[in-house]
């Protein structure tokens, strides 16, 4: 007897998010949230089956970009990969996942190949309905653990497409997301975020992962050593809500002591893209030798200006270090060091006599703290400034049906446990 593929994995979908529930509740509570779950994806899927496109319209391209909300496509994250792949000569759309009341209501709904359970039967039907309106060759996928995902895997298989997984950002977190893993290939910005998966010990479907670097970066970030002469610190910002986290105002505090104590130095602050950065409003008025950078200061822009760069729990410590800029880690915060700052730069500094002693080593050898930056770039960004061209050849290849290049590391990233 031939299994129903679409069946079979319907199935192991409920093991895996039962299993994600179990990391963080109880019994009893893991049950409630799956009883809950369950509810509304079958639901959705009852109604689904009323709702079915009487025909499919074709709008085809050679790539289909799928984000993860209709209002991720405003924020033109993708604009670098966008104009790369159109540059080449391809037909590349962009469209959002959208939510079940408009997929329903709009009918953006294909009865899937084989039968589903009710309760996934929405979201195979909504990937179905993709995968025939657009017949893309390589489906860019944006959104980190969506359920759709093997739906549109299954479905692009049958018409000979593949989905190809975009990181957007290093995947060291521990986000409970990172655990879907069903995918042709999984594009990863290196090889911190490939351990960083083949740690997790919950993973769901295979896929192939490839170190293409990131799509992200462009050549801004080339730059020629700081001169160390000019003594100007760069202090890299936390998000708005550890903002408001005592420790974190805290070593805000010591940063801006030792500001104080040695005008000597500039010292810059980046703030974080969402945060108005109070505490440093009040700082630059009483200190003359600290600079808040506004909104319209880039990231690039602002490493040009620093010979060091202060880092407390930003992932920009990347692009810090990919500019060639000696970083030194300052957090009384206390959080996992995700990024593995440590491995690199030495352990985390809590003190401004701490500050001010290795301020004195990356004087005294600068050349080594350069090649720490380098080991470090190279760890979470394969490639370098170079992932975008890689990135365009590697889909350039798979849509044209070519081996990728002997020069991307691939690895194969099983399903974990084997059993799930």
């Not at 895996?16 to 994806?41: I, K, N, Q, T, V």
């Not at 990863?188 to 479907?205: D, I, K, M, N, P």
């Not at 990131?214 to 020629?224: E, F, G, K, L, R």
């Not at 401004?352 to 080594?368: N, V």
Request: with cysteine.
């Amino acid at each position: 007897m031939t299994l129903n593929p679409w069946a079979v994995k319907a199935r192991a979908l409920d093991r895996y998010r039962w299993r994600l529930l179990r990391e963080r509740h109880s019994l009893l509570g893991s049950a409630l949230r799956f009883a809950r779950e369950a509810l509304g994806d079958w639901w959705f899927g009852l109604r689904a089956k009323y709702r079915l496109a009487s025909s499919v319209e074709v709008d085809s391209c050679d790539f289909l970009l799928l984000q993860s909300a209709p209002k991720v496509i405003a924020f033109q994250r993708k604009k670098l990969l966008i104009e790369g792949v159109r540059g080449r000569g391809y037909h590349l759309l962009e469209t959002a996942l959208r939510p079940p009341r408009a997929i329903l209501r709009e009918r953006l709904l294909k009865r899937p190949r084989h039968a589903v359970p009710t309760r996934y039967f929405g979201m195979a039907a909504h990937a179905e309905w993709l995968v025939q309106h657009h017949q893309p060759r390589v489906l860019l996928n944006d959104r980190n653990g969506s359920l759709y995902a093997p739906f549109l895997r299954l479905a692009l298989a049958a018409s000979g497409g593949l989905l190809v997984h975009l990181a957007h950002a290093t995947t060291v977190e521990r986000s409970r997301r990172l655990g879907m893993n069903d995918y042709d290939y999984y594009f990863l910005f290196g090889q911190s975020s490939l351990e960083a998966l083949q740690a997790r010990t919950l993973r769901f479907g295979s896929s192939t992962a490839v170190l293409v670097g990131s799509h992200m970066i462009d050549d801004s970030y080339v730059m020629p050593a700081p001169d160390l002469a000019t003594r100007t610190l760069l202090i890299l910002g936390v998000g708005p809500d550890k903002e408001k986290e005592s420790a974190y105002q805290q070593t805000y505090a010591l940063l801006a002591s030792w500001a104080r104590r040695h005008p000597e130095y500039r010292v810059l602050v980046k703030p974080h893209p969402r945060s108005q950065a109070p505490f440093w409003q009040g700082v630059v008025q009483a200190t003359a030798n600290v600079e808040l950078l506004g909104a319209d200061c880039s990231l690039a822009a602002a490493l040009k200006r620093a010979s060091v760069v202060v880092n407390i729990l930003s992932n920009a410590v990347i692009e810090a270090a990919l500019a060639g800029r000696p970083v030194l880690c300052v957090d009384l915060g206390g959080q996992q060091d995700i990024f593995q700052q440590q491995r690199f730069f030495g352990p985390v500094i809590r003190a401004e006599d701490e500050l001010e002693q290795r301020l004195l080593g990356i004087e005294a050898d600068f050349g080594q703290a350069l090649e720490q930056s380098r080991a470090f770039a190279e760890f979470h960004l394969a490639h370098g400034a170079g992932g975008l061209a890689s990135t365009l050849d590697a889909l350039q290849r798979l849509h044209d049906g070519n081996s990728l290049s002997a020069e991307l590391r691939t690895v194969t990233l099983e399903e974990h446990p084997a059993n799930l």
